[in-house]
């Protein structure tokens, strides 16, 4: 059967559709441990385009202020969608002769260009290789047809199932964050991607269950999210990513998406399904980029009348050891345990039916 096969695609679509019902089952049983909305979060715009029901990845426009670039996951075609600060579709951009396989993210470069991931692998191991599509951001916002250049992607240890793609904003590199329910991975592209010959992954560190990532927009900042999570690390190039902690992520039904806003003082995060919203969430403390926090306003904030909440956490900085902290992240781990045990199971049985 080949790779693209019609039963193949169909046992994918079961897969990542149950993944996600049971995703929002753990989410149900667990009101009291799920991520509260951070302090001065808001829904920024809905996508109200009929032809966007699964938004998988988010990159902010750099040539185009208030503007958004997201896409559909498998089986929409070779498209990219600008949508503005309203939700409104201003711009759809059909990658001429390319036919996506399972399209999860977006990034652009420091080039100007879009890059788009075509990385995902909902059964695991099933793609020899996968594929990055570069294309020059339009810098007129209208539907069009454009040539993009593929490259061609392989990990230096297998076949793996990925969602999340980042170009850093200052060298250029690829990098990607393995989906994997056990072990993930972030795995560093070539320092120039080659349109000519196979590009090779290595693995430079360990990160959790990812669906999305983002460089802040100075590149000192790399976040990545999951479902039930949003995780933030200090970046420098040649060494490894230093986790900084836990940023608020709001209630989603199926978080696939992330991007910085363009001042870096707030992420945006995007989820799946019809009239999805996208939501602000301001950044403060170490969290912020280091451009971000050089040029922060210097007055202080109103001190608060009266004592502190007992256990609260400290302002811009993560809670204290014992402060509250340990029964969210506690019920997250068991979120996603519980998850990642009953998609392995149903996988396993579409594989044993012959489905895959």
């Known amino acids: 059967m080949t790779e693209g096969s019609v039963p193949h695609r169909r046992a994918a679509r079961r897969v990542r559709r149950t993944a996600a019902l049971l995703a929002a089952s753990a989410l149900a049983l667990l009101p009291a441990v799920a991520p509260a909305a ?11 385009d009929p032809r966007i029901t699964e938004s998988s990845g988010l990159a902010a426009s750099r040539a185009h202020p208030g503007v958004y670039w997201t896409h559909n996951d498998s089986d929409d075609g070779p498209y990219v969608y600008a949508v503005d600060s309203t939700g409104k579709t201003v711009a759809t951009v059909t990658l001429r002769g390319v036919k996506p396989r399972d399209v999860e993210a ?15 692998d909902n059964l695991d191991g099933s793609w020899s290789e996968v594929w990055i599509y570069r294309f020059a951001e339009p810098a007129e916002l209208r539907d069009q047809t454009v040539d993009a250049t593929r490259y061609r992607v392989r990990y230096e240890d297998g076949p793996r199932n990925a969602e999340a793609l980042m170009i850093h904003p200052g ?17 560093q592209g070539p320092e120039k991607l080659s349109a000519t010959g196979v590009n090779t992954f290595h693995r430079i560190a360990d990160v959790p269950w990812v669906t999305d990532g983002a460089f802040s927009p100075d590149g000192t900042r790399l976040l990545l999210r999951g479902y039930f999570f949003a995780e933030e690390y200090r970046w420098k190039d040649g060494a ?4 900084l902690g836990s940023v608020e992520l709001p209630f989603q ?3 696939e998406s992330v991007t910085f806003a363009p001042d870096g003082r707030s992420v945006l995060y995007g989820t799946e399904g019809k009239n999805s919203t996208v939501t602000r969430v301001p950044l403060s403390g170490d969290k912020l980029p280091d451009s971000a926090a ?3 306003p210097t007055t202080p904030a109103p001190a608060a009348s009266g004592p502190a909440s007992p256990g609260a956490a400290p302002t811009g900085g993560t809670a204290a050891p014992g402060q509250g902290t340990g029964s969210r992240s506690t019920g997250i781990l068991i979120a996603v345990g519980a998850v990642a045990l009953l998609a392995a199971v149903f996988r396993r049985r579409s594989r044993s039916r012959g489905d895959s």
């Open 38 to 48: 951070a302090e001065g979060s808001r829904t920024e715009f809905t996508i109200s």
């Open 106 to 120: 977006i990034s652009l470069g420091p080039d100007g260009a879009l890059y788009l991931g075509d990385i995902g």
């Open 171 to 187: 060298t250029g590199r690829a990098y990607i964050a393995s989906k994997n329910e056990r072990t993930g991975g972030l795995y």
């Open 240 to 243: 490894a990513p230093q986790r």
């Open 253 to 255: 039904r199926q978080g």
């Open 294 to 296: 050089t040029a922060a």
